[in-house]
């Protein structure tokens, strides 16, 4: 099947108590450490800020992911920014 024809995924967040995140709709992780985590979802890029942060589960083939921690912060960035920048693009952008 064409990548043409795939339906962009269904992209919800469910936050428990600021200590459990829950994303659909991730089509690409980018990098994550304890305080951050950067990814991209069919809404664009998303930016997660807290402080002992754990990627706890992923699947980039059902585009599901749960982080735990102190999250301190949710932020979406450019919306059509779905994948991180190429080499080439980080370059001339």
Do not use: C, Q
């Amino acid at each position: 099947m064409n990548d043409v024809n795939k339906p962009m995924p269904v992209h919800n967040i469910i936050l428990e108590g600021r200590k459990k995140l829950s994303v659909s709709g991730v089509t690409d992780v980018d990098r994550f450490d304890e305080n951050t985590v950067l990814l991209y979802t069919s809404m664009g890029e998303m930016t997660i800020k807290g402080t002992d942060l754990h990627v706890n589960g992923l699947s980039v083939e059902s585009g599901e992911m749960s982080v735990e921690g102190e999250i301190k912060s949710i932020l979406y960035g450019d919306p059509d920014r779905k994948a991180p920048l190429s080499l080439l693009d980080k370059i001339f952008h």
